[in-house]
Each structure stands twice: as C-alpha cells, then as structure tokens.
C-alpha cells in the first residue's frame, strides 16, 4: 500500500544525545516536510523539501537537521541543541504545486528525559 | 504571533448535533484555507478545503462556510457521530502553497453517543 512510513512510533533517549526519526514514502512525491506538535498546539514547520538534496527552514528549524539523498527518504535529526525536544512529530509528503494535499505519517513520539 | 486563532479549544454535542468550529486569520494574502481532521496517535488527514472565490463547499456531512470580508471560515459537521469524535485544525496558506501552511491550534471535538 501507499503511505508514509515513519519510523520509531515511540523513542526515548537522554538529554544531550542526538536522534534520528526516519520517514520514508512511496507515493512519489517531490516534497516532504517535517512537523512538530506539541499538546494544545498547532503543528510547526521544522523543515521541509522540494527535491533531492535541497531542503528549506520552516518556522523552528532550530536543534534539528535533514537530509534528503534519495526522493523516498527524509530523516529528522534532534540534536542536542533542542531545548525542548519532547514532541510529537509528524512527516509529510506531497505533490509539489499549488493546493496539492498534504499526506502524514503517523507520528513519532520523542520523549527526552 | 499567531495567525490563524481556531476556536473553541473543546467542543463537547450529542449524537446528531452540528458542532461549528471557527477560525479567524489576519493575512489578506491567505488564499487556501484546508481543514485537518486528527485521530489519537495518528497523523492528520486532510477533510475538506476552500479557496476565497466560493462562499461555502460540502463534502459529505462536512461543510466550509467562507467569509472573507471577516476573514473568518468555520467548519460545521451535520448529523454527528461518536466516530467523528477527533481533533481538526484549520489552515492557511498563501499561493496554494503547502510549505507556507499555518495552523490553527485545534479543537477537540467529543460527540457522545
């Protein structure tokens, strides 16, 4: 089947260390993009990518990384330098052009102790 | 500074009720306004959306009503059901474009049985 595949569902590490979230899909889309969400909130754009090896700042790009090597992939990585990395975040992928819909994953929940 | 402000935050109706969420935005230039509907632990998925060109749209028991004079825009669901019971977001984006997305920050909506 078609999806988004985002990978672990549930990870913990601890403060200071760095992790990767894996996202992976296979509905040929050119763009992917990272979310975070937090409880109440709204999701935020941490980064997003229009084609292969090219990719943008979103609105709290902050303490985190991506790469985008192959058209399938675009793994997160929080660094050390997030303050506040416990989130639930959210990959996506989509068509790129104007008012193509959105299609996410199922989440990654991070927790940081 | 949030543009996109959703309200209610919860949202509790009968079986059969027509809840209405509302959202209100401040940039002239938002031009997509989609609507996201949120399961527990699962990724948004896109419900319905609008452009600024038509003043209401229906997808089944869900419908936009556009106002752009007030640049407001509200979701009603008729007939609802205990599996409508999710969190939506409004969004909106300029140009169609999905990488300039801007979140509301959700309504809970529970519809009791």
């Known amino acids: 089947d078609g999806g988004i595949t985002q990978s672990p569902k549930y990870l913990f590490r601890k403060e200071g260390q760095n992790v990767t979230l894996s996202c992976e899909q296979n509905?040929?889309?050119?763009?992917m993009y990272w979310y975070r969400q937090d409880p109440g909130q709204g999701l935020r754009l941490i980064y997003y990518?229009?084609?292969?090896?090219d990719f943008q700042k979103g609105d709290i790009a902050e303490g985190y990384s991506v790469s985008r090597e192959k058209k399938e992939s675009f793994p997160l990585t929080v660094t050390s330098a997030q303050k506040n990395p416990t989130a639930f975040y959210l990959c996506?992928?989509?068509?790129w052009g104007t008012g193509n819909t959105i299609y996410f994953g199922e989440g990654s929940w991070l927790t940081v102790v | 500074q949030q543009q996109v402000k959703q309200s209610p935050q919860s949202l509790i109706v009968q079986k059969g009720g027509i809840p209405i969420i509302n959202c209100a935005y401040e940039?002239?230039?938002?031009?997509?306004f989609p609507w996201y509907q949120q399961f527990p632990g699962k990724g948004p998925a896109l419900l319905i959306a609008?452009?600024?060109?038509?003043s209401e749209k229906k997808e089944g028991r869900f419908t936009i009503s556009f106002n752009k004079s007030a640049k407001q825009f509200s979701l009603h669901i008729m007939d609802s059901q205990p599996g409508d019971s999710a969190t939506y977001f409004c969004?909106?984006?300029?140009?169609?474009?999905?990488?300039?997305?801007?979140f509301g920050k959700g309504t809970l909506l529970t519809v009791n049985p």
């Open positions: 996506a992928s989509s068509a």
């Open positions: 940039n002239t230039a938002f031009d997509y």
């Open positions: 609008i452009r600024p060109d038509v």
């Open positions: 969004a909106a984006s300029t140009g169609g474009s999905n990488y300039k997305l801007t």
């Open positions: 509905l040929n889309h050119d763009a």
């Open positions: 990518s229009q084609i292969v090896n």
